[in-house]
């Protein structure tokens, strides 16, 4: 018997982008663990992935293509070979294209997988048949869109700097749960002298290992920062000379925005009483250089990206910026790093087609004409579970004339409603290049295993469709490696000669996004622009949150969870089972006021719909706040409804993102719904 170990890397979305050692024993992943010699992964994996092979080698695997047999959703299925299962989709979507146009079916993916190729590989596809094309805003473009807006293409500092700052605050980000490598730096700058703060909607595992945490209601936190940039500057700690070289605008703003934006003002707002504002402002001016590390958090609002543009006025008005560690990281981007366009192909669309956001799915299902979307065909996600609004969403997909396509390692909550679900291999089943948006690390990995089953990955469907459509084009002849090589050959500052050599061999590598020293800020002005006249919004302001105006008193909080990522790992029972079901917590006060007992069974509910849960009364929460972690499958939550059933298809202020967090509910004991 052979047993031997392989690098991988973790595919999930997450901004550590994990290296992996796999030990495979005869076509199986026996072990996962965390590289001891990747830089930043440094031997460490989560709990999700130290048992990856309990996903990978899961009995819930899907192992052959399906065809439903039973009604949308029963989850009633027989087996199918592949080459029938890619018969029947094109004829269909032949049908379909004939009566209606190409633009009558609509590609649904998001993050799945991150690997550059099999990610991005329906791109290529769906433009060549003419498809709508899909707005990919579900996570955080309101967080990129209100960096840009004050900071322009600035690349981001290195998040390893946070061990050098002497306050690292943690804000809108769960990184016990969500970056745990980033936790370790925090710690690792804890250890080294510095404070840590953690400023968050409830009292999270990030908030139990922080020196002091700072609970906000959802959305304050402009608030909250404007009222410390008020402060700062009634008591002199802005660095005017700083300012002078480096920033825009700020006169225009203290003189027109500030002055309303006293502690005492945005206190009610913030949740925080004016006296801890003004402490924060001043500790955060004198320290040496403060870190902010922002999460998605805070971002998931109708004022998202408005809240990020208020945050990173902060080290822009104190001078954090000029010491090493300070400053603010929203996250990395690496784009120019790999020719991402030779696998998107956005050359092969021929006319203008419109743009479906993938956060008003359950609009696009239900109300879209003109045509009406006849044919979803949905990989690498799994929006019947984590697209806002799930009584819409699951309403359309309900539609007896709709042609579902699901292309899944596991029968989904959106697998469920499909016509023909299709096997997904897993990462471990297929080579890619993986890059981050958490820091500035890549590598390649190849398969370590062969396929389970019949799975095929993202990209052998899609070539295999392409046949089915009798297309000629050769683009779609070639392999995944193949897509691997030629966004490698592409010479970019961002690594040299050497570096890409050592990402063919899998190892794993920095890039280095080019820098100016003469032009640190790279905005039109060559200054940080607190005043952006692109912008039809030119200063930052105080912006309201959507649920502020929705009539219900307790705002919802979805929040993320070690054990899970997103509607992924609710597999792993090891990992589900301890979690007991999907629980609200909600304050002794709140709890109280309504009656509702611990341990009780509760509904939320709201304009959009109700959701029973587990009631959990704990201080952890504020009151007038309620929290609910995970997003649960269906068939794990007696009643089948989800959080997402609360939550609503609006967008945030910049970005066109969704807003999974602005959501308030009223909660009343089961027996009294
Ligand atoms: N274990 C685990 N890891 C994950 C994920 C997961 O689901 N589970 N998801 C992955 C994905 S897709 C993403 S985008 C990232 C997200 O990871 P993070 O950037 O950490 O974002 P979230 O977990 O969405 O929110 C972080 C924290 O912000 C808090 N928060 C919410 N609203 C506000 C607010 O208005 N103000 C403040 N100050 N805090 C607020 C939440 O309570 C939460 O604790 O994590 C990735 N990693
Ligand atoms: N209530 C609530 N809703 C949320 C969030 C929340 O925190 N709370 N988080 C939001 C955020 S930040 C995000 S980014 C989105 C994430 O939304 P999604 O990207 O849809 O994330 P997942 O729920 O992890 O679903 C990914 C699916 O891809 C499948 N998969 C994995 N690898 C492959 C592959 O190689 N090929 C194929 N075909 N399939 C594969 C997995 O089995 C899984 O079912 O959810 C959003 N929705
Ligand atoms: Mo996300």
Redesign the pocket.
């Known amino acids: 018997m052979s047993r031997f170990t392989v690098r991988s890397v973790c595919?999930f979305?997450c901004p550590d982008t994990c290296g992996m050692l796999v030990e495979v024993e005869d076509g199986r992943a026996l072990r996962v663990s965390g590289d001891p010699d990747h830089p930043v992964t440094r031997g460490l994996l989560c709990p999700k992935m130290n048992h990856y092979e309990r996903t990978v080698h899961s009995a819930r695997r899907l192992t052959r293509p399906l065809l439903r047999s039973g009604a949308k959703g029963e989850g009633a299925f027989v087996s199918i070979s592949w080459a029938e299962a890619i018969e029947r989709i094109c004829s269909r979507w032949r049908e379909l294209i004939a009566t209606h146009g190409a633009e009558c079916i609509l590609p649904y993916s998001?993050?799945?997988?991150m690997g550059l190729v099999?990610r991005n590989s329906g791109h290529a596809f769906f433009h060549y048949l003419g498809a709508s094309r899909l707005e990919r805003t579900?996570?955080?473009p309101a967080k990129d869109a209100g960096w840009k807006q004050i900071m322009g293409d600035t690349p981001a500092m290195d998040p390893g700097g946070m061990r050098q700052s002497d306050l690292v605050i943690l804000w809108g980000i769960n990184a016990v749960a969500t970056s745990i490598h980033a936790m370790r730096d925090a710690r690792e700058a804890q250890r080294n002298g510095a404070r840590l703060w953690a400023i968050d909607t409830y009292r999270t595992p990030t908030c139990e290992a922080a020196d002091e945490a700072f609970i906000v209601r959802p959305g304050g936190d402009g608030a909250l920062a404007l009222g410390m940039l008020h402060c700062m500057v009634r008591e002199g700690l802005a660095d005017a000379a700083f300012i002078r070289d480096n920033v825009l605008g700020f006169d225009e703003f203290a003189a027109k925005v500030l002055p309303d934006c006293a502690p005492e003002r945005m206190a009610p707002i913030c949740g925080l009483p004016a006296e801890t504002i003004r402490r924060l402002a001043l500790e955060y001016a004198r320290a040496r250089a403060p870190f902010i590390r922002l999460g998605?958090g805070l971002t998931r609002y109708g004022n998202g990206a408005m809240t990020v543009r208020t945050i990173a006025c902060l080290p822009a008005v104190s001078g954090a910026w000029q010491r090493p560690g300070g400053g603010v990281f929203t996250g990395t981007s690496t784009g120019p790093a790999f020719p991402l366009h030779k696998v998107t192909r956005e050359d092969f669309i021929r006319e203008p087609i419109r743009l479906v956001s993938m956060n008003q799915l359950g609009h696009a299902l239900n109300e879209l004409s003109a045509p009406p979307v006849m044919s979803l065909y949905c990989?690498?996600?799994?929006?019947a579970?984590?697209?806002p609004d799930q009584n819409a969403v699951i309403r359309g997909l309900g539609r007896a004339d709709l042609f579902t396509v699901v292309?899944?390692?596991?029968l989904?909550d959106t697998a469920r409603y499909a016509d023909i679900v299709l096997p997904?291999?897993?990462?471990l089943e297929?080579g890619d290049l993986y890059r981050c948006y958490g820091g500035y690390h890549s590598q390649r990995c190849g398969a370590v295993i062969p396929p389970v089953g019949e799975a095929k990955?993202?990209w052998e469907v899609f070539s295999l469709l392409a046949q089915g459509m009798g297309w000629e084009e050769p683009f779609f002849r070639q392999s995944a490696d193949d897509l691997v090589e030629q966004l490698l050959a592409l010479e970019t500052p961002w690594r040299d000669e050497a570096s890409t050599e050592r990402l063919r061999k899998g190892e794993p590598v920095f890039l280095a996004p080019p820098r100016d020293p003469l032009r640190p800020w790279q905005t039109p002005s060559g200054r940080i622009e607190i005043r952006n006249e692109r912008e039809p919004e030119p200063l930052p302001r105080l912006l309201p949150t959507h649920a502020e105006g929705d009539g219900f008193p307790l705002r919802l909080q979805?929040?993320?969870t070690p054990f899970a990522?997103?509607?992924?790992f609710y597999e792993q029972d090891e990992l589900r089972l301890p979690q007991k079901g999907q629980t609200l917590m909600m304050n002794p006060a709140d709890a109280e006021a309504r009656h509702c007992a611990a341990g009780s069974e509760v509904v939320a509910y709201n304009h959009r719909g109700e959701v029973g849960f587990c009631l959990k009364v704990t201080e952890r929460v504020p009151a007038g706040t309620v929290v609910t972690e995970g997003?649960w499958w269906r068939e794990f939550i007696p009643g089948g409804g989800g959080?997402?059933c609360l939550?609503s298809q609006r967008l945030t202020d910049c970005g066109r993102g969704?807003t999974?967090y602005d959501v308030a509910v009223e909660v009343c004991g089961k027996a009294d719904s």
């Open positions: 595919p979305d998001y993050a799945g997988t099999q579900i996570c955080s998605g990989y690498h996600s799994n929006p579970s984590v697209a292309h899944e390692r596991f989904t997904a291999t897993s990462s297929q990955s993202n979805p929040a993320t990522l997103n509607s992924s997003v959080v997402n939550t969704s999974l």
